[in-house]
C-alpha cells in the first residue's frame, strides 16, 4: 500500500494529483513526480494506474515525445525511475516540449529525485509546463552514515570506470562526487571534484555548467564561513546566468548573495538580494522558491529583532509550503517561527513549534534537520534553566551528527554543551568542550565557528576570573570575525571587550568598546543589539554614579526592547531601571519597576534572573 511509504503532507500531495487531473481533463495535461527508492516507484506506478485506470506507455526509443503523438492521447504513467539513458531522454523532452500542448498530452511521469532535480535546472522550458511536481520519500526507508559514505564511494567508482567520455558527461560524473562529498560535510573533496569540474566546463565553454559549478563552490566557502570568497562565487554565477537568460538560476544565486550579506551583519544588502530574488520567482510562478525568498526576508526582520514583521514572513512561506506539499519547507518555516516565539521569551509555544518540525524532519527521514530539532529545543530547555533536559537535547543531537559525519554541527553541539558546563560552573569541563569544538571548526575551515568558540572561550576565562586570557581570545576572535565581514560578530566581541574593561573598572575603555559596538549595530540593523550596548553604556554611567545619563540610556534601551518584543531584554532594563530608583532612594519608583521585571522574568521562565531581581526587592 503506498500510504504506508507517505507521510501526511505527501498524502495530500496525492489528493492534488487527484484534483489536477479532474480539472485538466479536457486539455493537456504534465506531472513530475519524484521518488527516491525504487520500492516506492514500484508502488506510486501501482496505485496510479489502480487509481486512474492509467495506461503506461513503453518508449523504445530516448524521444518519448515524439513516439507519444502517434498514439491515442488518452492519460498514460512514464516510469522513468534510474532509466539508463536518463540525459538523452531529458534532453529530447526539452526540444520537444510544444508537443504536449500542440496534440492534447496527458501525462504522468515519474523520476528519481535526482533527475527530476536536473531537469528542473537544465530543462526549465520543459519543467515550467508542467500542471503539478512534487518529490515522495521513502518513509520505510532510513538513510545512516554508511549509506551515504556508499552513495560517495559509487559516486567515485562511477567516475574512475568511466574514462574518455565527453566532457558533458565527465562534468557531470565529478559533479556527482561532489555533490555527495559535499552531502557528508566533506568539504576539501567536494572542493577537489568541483574544481575539476569546473576547469573541464571553462576548457570547453560549457557557460551553463560553469555557472552551477561556481555557485556550488560559492556554497562550499559558505558553509566554511569564508565569506568574501563565497560572494565572489557567487557573483559570478549570477552574471553567468544572467548573461545564458537562465532566470531561475538569477534567483537561486541573488538568493545565495543575500545569505552571503546576511551572514556578514549587513541586512539590508540582504534584503535587497531577497527581494529581487522573490520578485524574479513569482514572476515565473516558482513557488518553492517565492516560499524561500519570503522566509529569507523572514530570517533578516528577525536579524533586526523585528519579530511581528518576520513572523508575517515565515507564515506566508510556511501557507505555500504547505500548499505546495514541500515538507522539508514546512519544517524549516515552523523552526523559523519556532524560534522567534524563543526570542520573544515564549518558551512553550517556541516548544510546540521546534517539536512539531522536529516531527516532520523524523518522518521525511532528513537526519540534519532531526539533529539541529534537537538542538534548538535544548536552547529552549537552556533559557528556562533545565539544563539537565537541555544537556540530554544537546547529546543527542551530537550523536547524530557524528554518525551522519557533519563535522559542522558536531562542533556547535560541543559548544552548546559546553555552555551547559560553563552555567553550571563547571569551567574546566567546559573548556574541554569548547576547545575540541574549536579543534573540528578549524580542522573543516569553517571560520565563523572557530571565532564562535574562541569567543566561548574567552567567556569561560572571564568566568574563572582570568580577564587577560580571556582578553587574548575575544582579540583573535575580532580579527576573524572582521576577515570574514561578519559585522555583528565584530560588533559582539566589541560588547565583550568592554565587559571585560568594565569588571577591570576601567570604564573610560569599556565604554569606548561599547559606543564602537553600539554604531556598528545601528549600522547593519540589528536593533537587538543596538538595546543590549545602550544597556552596557548605562550600566558604565550607573557605575561612575551619573543616574540622569544612565536612566536616559537604560529607557532607551528599553524602548527598543518592547518594540522588537524581546522579553528578556526588557526584563533585564527594567531591573536596571529599578536599581538606579533605589539607588537614589526613590523606592516606590524602584518597586514599580523591579515588580514588572520580576512578572516577566517568571513569564519566560529564566530562573538566574528571578533570583537576581528578588534580590533587590
Same mark, same amino acid.
Given at each position: ?308 514583521? @518576520? =513572523?508575517? %514572513?515565515?507564515? &506566508?512561506? !510556511? $501557507? #505555500? /509550503? +504547505? *500548499? ?65 533536559? @537541555? =544537556?540530554? %537535547?544537546?547529546? &543527542?543531537? !551530537? $550523536? #547524530? /551528527? +557524528? *554518525? ?65 586570557? @580571556? =582578553?587574548? %581570545?575575544?582579540? &583573535?576572535?575580532? $580579527? #576573524?570575525? +572582521? *576577515? ?65 545619563? @544612565? =536612566?536616559? %540610556?537604560?529607557? &532607551?534601551?528599553? $524602548? #527598543?526592547? +518592547? *518594540? ?54
Amino acid at each position: 500500500m503506498i500510504k504506508e511509504y507517505l507521510i501526511s503532507t505527501e498524502h495530500i500531495a496525492l489528493k492534488r494529483i487527484d484534483t489536477i487531473i479532474r480539472l485538466r481533463s479536457g486539455v493537456s495535461l504534465l506531472v513530475l513526480l519524484g521518488v527516491d527508492t525504487t520500492k516506492l516507484s514500484q508502488e506510486l506506478e501501482q496505485y496510479l494506474i489502480e487509481k486512474y485506470d492509467i495506461e503506461t506507455f513503453n518508449h523504445s526509443s530516448s524521444d518519448i515525445l515524439r513516439e507519444l503523438i502517434y498514439e491515442p492521447n488518452n492519460l498514460k504513467l512514464i516510469n522513468l525511475y534510474n532509466h539508463p539513458n536518463i540525459d538523452e531522454i531529458l534532453k529530447n523532452l526539452q526540444f520537444t516540449r510544444d508537443y504536449i500542448p500542440e496534440y492534447n498530452l496527458k501525462l504522468i511521469f515519474i523520476f528519481d529525485k535526482e533527475s527530476l532535480e536536473n531537469l528542473k535546472e537544465k530543462c526549465w522550458d520543459f519543467f515550467s509546463t508542467n500542471s503539478f511536481d512534487y518529490q515522495f520519500s521513502d518513509h520505510q526507508y532510513t538513510p545512516t552514515t554508511i549509506v551515504e559514505n556508499d552513495k560517495l564511494d559509487t559516486a567515485i567508482q562511477k567516475h574512475k570506470s568511466n574514462p574518455n567520455l565527453n566532457p558533458k558527461l565527465e562534468i557531470e560524473l565529478l559533479v556527482n562526487v561532489a555533490n555527495e562529498a559535499y552531502a557528508i560535510s566533506n568539504l576539501d573533496l567536494a572542493l577537489e571534484y568541483y574544481t575539476n569540474a569546473l576547469n573541464l566546463a571553462k576548457s570547453n565553454n560549457l557557460k551553463f555548467e560553469i555557472a552551477v559549478i561556481v555557485g556550488n563552490i560559492g556554497n562550499i566557502y559558505q558553509d566554511r564561513g569564508e565569506n568574501d570568497k563565497a560572494l565572489k562565487y557567487h557573483k559570478e554565477a549570477l552574471e553567468i546566468f544572467r548573461e545564458i537568460g537562465y532566470i531561475q538560476g538569477v534567483a537561486n544565486q541573488l538568493g545565495n548573495i543575500g545569505v552571503i550579506y546576511q551572514n556578514r551583519g549587513e541586512n539590508e544588502k540582504a534584503l535587497k538580494y531577497y527581494q529581487e530574488a522573490l520578485e524574479i520567482d513569482r514572476d515565473i510562478g516558482y513557488s518553492q522558491g517565492v516560499a524561500n525568498n519570503l522566509g529569507n526576508i523572514g530570517v533578516i526582520y528577525h536579524a533586526k529583532g523585528e519579530n511581528y514583521k @518576520a =513572523l508575517k %514572513y515565515f507564515k &506566508e512561506a !510556511l $501557507e #505555500i /509550503d +504547505r *500548499e505546495i506539499g514541500y515538507s522539508q519547507g514546512i519544517a524549516n518555516k515552523l523552526e523559523n517561527i519556532g524560534l522567534i516565539y524563543k526570542n520573544k521569551g515564549e518558551n512553550d509555544k517556541a516548544l510546540e513549534y521546534l517539536k512539531e518540525a522536529l516531527k516532520i524532519f523524523r518522518e521525511i527521514g532528513y537526519i540534519q534537520g532531526v539533529a539541529n530539532q534537537l538542538g534548538n529545543i535544548g536552547n529552549i530547555y537552556k533559557n528556562k534553566g533545565e539544563n539537565e533536559k @537541555a =544537556l540530554k %537535547y544537546y547529546k &543527542e543531537a !551530537l $550523536e #547524530i /551528527d +557524528r *554518525e551522519i559525519g557533519y563535522s559542522q554541527g558536531v562542533a556547535s553541539n560541543l559548544g552548546s554543551i559546553g555552555n551547559i558546563y560553563k552555567d553550571r560552573g563547571e569551567n574546566d569541563k567546559a573548556l574541554k568542550y569548547h576547545k575540541e569544538a574549536l579543534e573540528i571548526d578549524r580542522e573543516i575551515g569553517y571560520s565563523q565557528g572557530v571565532a564562535n568558540q574562541l569567543g566561548n572561550i574567552g567567556n569561560i576565562y572571564i568566568n574563572r576570573g582570568e580577564n587577560d586570557k @580571556a =582578553l587574548k %581570545y575575544y582579540k &583573535e576572535a575580532f $580579527e #576573524i570575525f +572582521r *576577515e570574514i565581514g561578519n559585522s555583528q560578530g565584530v560588533a559582539n566581541i566589541l560588547g565583550s571587550i568592554g565587559n571585560i574593561y568594565q569588571i577591570k573598572a576601567e570604564n573610560d575603555k569599556a565604554l569606548k568598546y561599547y559606543k564602537e559596538a553600539l554604531e556598528i549595530f545601528r549600522e547593519i540593523g540589528y536593533r537587538q543589539g543596538v538595546a543590549s550596548d545602550l544597556g552596557n553604556i548605562g550600566l558604565i554611567y550607573q557605575n561612575r554614579g551619573e543616574n540622569d545619563k @544612565a =536612566l536616559k %540610556y537604560h529607557k &532607551e534601551a528599553l $524602548e #527598543i526592547d +518592547r *518594540e522588537i518584543e524581546y522579553s528578556e531584554g526588557v526584563a533585564i532594563d527594567l531591573l536596571n531601571i529599578g536599581l538606579i530608583y533605589k539607588n537614589i532612594g526613590e523606592n516606590n519608583k524602584a518597586l514599580k519597576y523591579l515588580k514588572e521585571a520580576l512578572e516577566i522574568a517568571k513569564e519566560i521562565e529564566n530562573p538566574p534572573l528571578i533570583d537576581k531581581i528578588k534580590g533587590l526587592m
